[in-house]
């Protein structure tokens, strides 16, 4: 497996600014994996996203793309890459087919975006200007657009923010899907529970600094109580205990709860990415 | 080649869409219009005039609204992420609001023509219109882009107006004595009404032209290198 992005100490700061937004960040993105990038807002998310997607020149460090230099690529760049904006980027007075066409028509490699659309519900709506759209729908044709040229590589930006939960599972589907096809995600989100559920590795950014790389899985233990939580009925009243973890299979207490009580519920004591996220940035979720 | 006619075939449809293509059109009945009330002598002086007012003043504010209803939409920011050049990007601006030009322009020449039945030479007045809207829209982005909105782009407009147009305007009416031309030619506008001027009335002062056409290419140049481009990829940039 190869490196889709290497970022070697990777620094900006944008005119005028006292400080630099990000400082010196080292990370690397894996082909085939969803890699996300979390944090508050304000700390340099979407300042790396734009630097990655070459909206942003004029930063120190060093960024490869599948092993070649970022600043030495031309607009071809583009042909490989998807971008899924958070805000709309549609023209509001045009409705949603010709925006597609539209963008569509620039690209060498197309996909069939019909099919898209269908199973993102937006083709019925499809002669709809995008004016005339929810904020849900215009996030969702903000995807298609983003797919439209079949990325090597995708970024997306708080993809499901402001869909139904419905809609937010078709997505969340189509990028699961769009992932064990062999592509690449980069993923920025405050939606923990996206992160939880697509995420193979994340990284949080704090203050223009990164802290370790890790699996959720791996942060959710790092962070979590090793201990089980028991809930059980005792004359007619709700009661619980709890027990380490380690050596529980041994734990003749805990074995005797389970067999002579009524349980309720039994929990491990893994924390939330939700407790994490604010552990970790020192932030509170939006 | 062809993502470069995309854009302005998406440039032209989203003006259209905005009705500023109809606006165009509009501007140019009312030419129509003042065409049919002066007489044939006075024709001769206005035509440049509203050349000269189309090329400039309005395609610098048709240039600040198209912008900023971009703006608007975001759609800066998903145009930067195809694959093309901002320079196709910015040049493709340009073009697609010359058409506009084009279009009014094209109805002021066959409105005296048919009315009264002045012509001139029309491949030198495209050349001098090309020069005059170019460096217009780059001064039209100038402001645009230095503006945080179209009503502060708009009172730049007339700050440029009153510096820069009133005083040709004024050297028309003879309020200003003809011997401060020289001095007035450093004003974009001058410079561009003096084009029109020679190819409507068919007297050519050729260190006038050339100086002019010099002017005008060098000032379109410099304000895209400088200016615009750098601008515009840092205002997209912050979407």
Known sequence: ?286 | MTNMLRLIGGELKRLASYKLLARSLATGIVWVLVFLLISKEDARDVAPMLMFVDASIVLMLLVGASFYLEQQEHTIKSMMVLPVSVGQILLSKIISSLVLTLVTVAITCASVYFIHEISFKYVLLLLFLILAAVTHAALGFTLALFGKSFGSMLIMVIVYVVIFTMPSVLLAVNVIDAQYEWMAMISPSHAARSLFTSVVSGEYEWEKILFSCMYLSFLAMALMKFVVYPRFKSRAAKG
């Open chain 1, 1 to 286: 497996m190869s490196h889709a992005f290497s970022v070697q100490n990777l620094s900006y700061r944008y005119p005028k600014a006292k400080r630099d937004t990000l400082r010196e960040i080292t990370f690397s993105v894996e082909e085939g994996e969803i890699f996300g990038f979390l944090g508050p807002s304000g700390v340099g998310k979407s300042t790396t996203q734009k630097v990655l997607i070459k909206l942003l020149e004029g930063y120190s460090g060093e960024i490869r793309y599948f092993g070649r230099n970022l600043q030495s690529m031309g607009k071809s760049y583009y042909e490989e890459v998807g971008v899924g904006f958070e805000m709309p980027i549609h023209f509001s007075r045009m409705t949603a087919l010709e925006n597609l066409k539209y963008f569509s028509g620039f690209y060498k490699n197309r996909i069939n975006f019909q099919e898209l659309m269908e199973r993102v519900g937006l083709w019925e709506h499809k002669d709809v200007q995008v004016g005339n759209y929810s904020k849900g729908m215009k996030a969702r044709l903000n995807f298609v657009r983003a797919m439209l040229n079949n990325p090597r590589v995708l970024f997306l930006d708080e993809p499901t923010a402001g869909i139904d939960p419905r809609n937010a599972r078709t997505l969340k589907d189509i990028i699961s899907e769009y992932r064990a096809q062999g592509g690449t995600v980069f993923l920025t989100t405050h939606l923990m529970s996206d992160v939880d559920e697509l995420c193979d590795r994340v990284v949080f950014v704090v203050d223009g600094n990164l802290t370790d790389i890790s699996t959720p899985r791996d942060l959710r233990i790092a962070y979590g109580k090793r201990e089980v939580k028991v809930e059980y009925r005792e004359d007619d009243a709700l009661a619980s205990a709890v027990f380490p973890l380690a050596g529980i299979g041994d734990n003749e207490e805990f074995h005797t709860l389970l067999r002579s009580k009524d349980i309720e519920t039994i929990h491990s004591g893994e924390t939330s990415m939700e407790d994490i996220f604010i552990k970790v940035t020192g932030a509170q979720l939006p």
